[in-house]
């Protein structure tokens, strides 16, 4: 008998650990922050900032600029020394401004031909020319550092 609210305990840990991730009422959002101030973001709002494409492996995303996105955070790209996406899975790619600062350095939200595919979450970063692990699927925050 002393063990059944400990058997009990651990069922319910693992239903817990197992069931799908939460989501904010508006669908997936992203978080945008420099340590000072922080704001997120669902597709709709990125697509609201406007709309650019860049070519990933064959592939053409739409997505919005990473400075817009930045500077619209209130975040001034100029004075960062670099900028560090993360994915869900906590992965996550430092650029230094040579990379970020670049105009088809995107945060995609679809593709030319539609959504993200399932593997590439609701966000992801798309950096034309750059090696895969520069280009994180699944993404849920980007960290600037000044």
Do not use: H, W
């Not at 978080?31 to 900032?49: I, N, P, Q, R």
């Not at 001034?76 to 970020?100: Q, T």
């Not at 030319?112 to 798309?126: I, K």
Request: net charge negative; hydrophobic share 45%.
């Amino acid at each position: 008998m002393k063990r059944l609210p400990f058997i009990i305990l651990c069922f319910a840990l693992v239903l817990t650990a197992c069931a799908p991730k939460a989501q904010d009422a508006a669908g997936d959002v992203l978080k945008v922050s420099d340590g000072k101030t922080e704001k997120t973001y669902t597709a709709a709002d990125l697509k609201a900032l406007g709309e650019a494409q860049a070519d990933f492996k064959g592939v053409t995303y739409v997505g919005v600029p990473l400075t817009v996105l930045l500077q619209d955070a209130g975040i001034d790209p100029a004075a960062l020394k670099i900028v560090k996406a993360v994915a869900v899975d906590g992965f996550s790619a430092n650029y230094e401004s040579a990379l970020f600062a670049r105009e088809d350095t995107l945060v995609a939200y679809a593709r030319a031909d539609g959504p993200l595919g399932d593997d590439e979450g609701s966000f992801r970063m798309v950096l034309p020319d750059q090696e895969g692990k520069l280009n994180p699927r699944e993404l849920v925050e980007i960290i600037a550092i000044p």
